[in-house]
DNA sequence: TTCACATTGATAAATATTTCACAATAAAAA
DNA sequence: TTTTTATTGTGAAATATTTATCAATGTGAA
């Protein structure tokens, strides 16, 4: 299923209500209104609906949305049909806090590797997923197909890194370092700045102390 | 030193500035373009004059930009002036990561302690930062003046969590948990959410791939 | 049957963010 | 001295995203 230029925030939510909507499933309810869902990721009903319009769902007037049609029908659109597979570069800390937070997320998205260059790491296998050297990197990618990869190396070696994923033919990258990376227009990139977020956070709680005081 | 409205777009990409231009104060260097920051940080020197025009940051018509000023300036802006105190909870491996991805960033911002609740994690320090007890959360807090809390806990606990963090009268709140929190409004709250960027990725890789096919 | 009600769906308005386009300017070159 | 050049700064346009508003609708109550 394809809709035309999705907005990449209404791709976010579309996430975030999956999720939501799998939480509450477990309960006998069927349906649910927009505001419950807005409720739930607090933001506004209106946005909601636009984001159901978008993606063409329609709910019943008087009961809501059928959570369980909607929660394929965002598999649908979201998800790649045949599933994607994924592959976490440096095993460290964060590597690790990573393959934790997807484990048992049942998901058309599978971490099937690791790789680190720290022999004590190598063919150990951490929470399901076995580490190899990174100089396999390229080999095992394109074995199985991984179109994803995770970069959480230490920065310096995050360009290096990335290079070799796309040479090896990964379709999306997502970077966890605060190096800002360089990648051709086939590959889609998401950076994730930690430090950022950080100070961002800083700022406005500043503002709003300010503001409040 | 305090900016009406400033975007929170540009406050993320000043943050970023400062970095890159931190990283190359250290060569004989002292002035720097428009375009050569947008280059470092793949966007568009427009952008950077918006964002500098933004600060009231004026350069040099000939040399551009003066970078230890601009440093000061974006200084000045976005952090605290006594600086800011933060607490990380939850000490698994994304609270270690973060920990050591803030070691050795000189900054007004400093991790000053982390809490967690296995017994064996208390009262050790992990790069420089000491471990407490969660139910010493609120004391810490207030004594130490932390004003920024990074919930790093299983999602479960993350809504009490946050809830002792407020109580303790912290001020900015950064979650990497999947779920959703809810916070008064004096208190700033940033969502940091791994697997709906994974989702996200996933999809426009997905969508790239089939546009460039 | 008619009315009141809560909700969806969608147009239009508002807000936020980025980019275009170009005047102004000062240094270097001619 | 005059011209060329590269850059900044910024109003205006374009794009992206969110929110306001309200007609339409179907259900249950009167």
């Known amino acids: 299923m394809f809709i035309k230029n999705l907005p990449h925030k209404t791709v976010e939510r579309l996430s975030q209500y999956r999720r939501a909507l799998l939480m509450i499933l477990s309960k006998e309810k069927t349906h649910v209104f927009s505001h419950e869902i807005a409720q739930m990721l607090h933001i506004t009903p209106v946005q909601v609906r636009r984001d159901l319009m978008l993606i063409g769902y329609s709910g019943n007037l008087r009961k809501g949305y059928d959570i369980k049609e909607l929660i394929e029908l965002i598999g649908k659109i979201i998800d790649s049909e045949r599933?994607?597979?994924?592959?976490?570069?440096?095993?460290?800390?964060?590597?690790?806090?990573?393959?934790?937070?997807?484990?048992?997320?049942?998901?058309?998205?599978?971490?099937i590797a690791a790789f680190d260059i720290n022999p004590e790491k190598i063919n150990r296998v951490y929470d399901g997923v076995a580490c190899h050297?990174?100089?396999?990197?390229?080999?095992?990618?394109?074995?199985?197909?991984?179109?994803?990869?995770?970069?959480?190396?230490?920065?310096?070696?995050?360009?290096?890194?990335a290079e070799t994923l796309v040479l090896a033919g990964i379709k999306g990258l997502l970077n966890f370092t605060p190096k800002p990376l360089n990648v051709p227009p086939f590959v889609?990139?998401?950076?994730?700045?930690?430090?950022?977020?950080?100070?961002?956070?800083?700022?406005?709680?500043?503002?709003?102390?300010?503001?409040?005081?």
Chains 1, 2 share one sequence.
């Open 133 to 161: 050297h990174i100089s396999q990197m390229t080999e095992i990618i394109k074995q199985n197909n991984i179109s994803i990869g995770i970069i959480a190396v230490p920065s310096e070696y995050a360009p290096e890194t």
């Open 188 to 213: 889609y990139l998401e950076e994730y700045d930690m430090i950022t977020s950080l100070e961002k956070v800083a700022f406005f709680a500043k503002k709003n102390d300010e503001r409040f005081k």
């Open 83 to 111: 599933g994607q597979r994924v592959a976490v570069v440096g095993l460290g800390n964060l590597g690790k806090a990573i393959i934790s937070y997807f484990k048992g997320k049942r998901s058309k998205l599978s971490i």
